[in-house]
């Protein structure tokens, strides 16, 4: 932290808070300038806080930041993006914290990365201009993987290097890609993968949005897909993300209450 300006200014969305001392919150950001920042807003859960709805997660905000020897301290927020629709439906609320947590866990402090910070917004903006947010997020999910180091392997077999043909086949998640069915003896752990779903997967990867939403899995094949996501990214996380369990809590909800 010692690198940054004594004051300045950044742009950025909160990802996350949590709450410190009588009325302090520690607010983890991702800024367009300097990547991700751990900040302090003093004063924020107190009822006449002028800074408390601009600082709420899933706000993209203008703030005015000084230095200072531990956390930089808000002088100044204002919105600019606020998501209003996010923040009024439940489950885009649940898909747009998918979002926001993958960043928070992928990333380090002070990093700057205009594309992630780039990614993010985009992602969010098509979530809350109804998008269809399952596309949206793993669209998202496969970009941000390959940003950090971690694209996935869809085309070839991670062992014996020859390209996948089309028929069903495993994902290690160790390895970082597909294993092919003659090869699936050697990597314990790996888990089936329909062709279709890698089909689409693979679609997500080398498309840019405007094709990418061209593509439309059936539900059961978009599960699958969230599910390998999932675990292929509970591996390189070692935990999973609690986001998609609040997701399916949703709709494990909504599926009772229609019964």
Known sequence: MSDLPRSFRVTAVVLRHSNTGEADRVLTLYTKEFGKLRVLAKGIRKI????AGHLEPLTLSTLQLNRTHDLPIITQAETILPFQKIHNNLELIAQASIVNELLDRFTFEA???QSLFNLIMETLKRIEEGEEPSLAVQYYELSMLASVGFRPELFQCVVCRKDIQPEDQYFS?????VVCPRCSHQTAGSRPVTMDALRYLRHLLRSNYTDARKAHPSVLVQREMDDLLQYYVGYLLERNLNSPRFLRDIHLNRETVTE
Request: zero cysteines; proline letters at 0%; hydrophobic letters at 25%.
């Open 48 to 51: 006449k806080s002028r800074k």
């Open 111 to 113: 990093e700057e990365n």
């Open 173 to 177: 998640a160790a390895l970082g890609g």
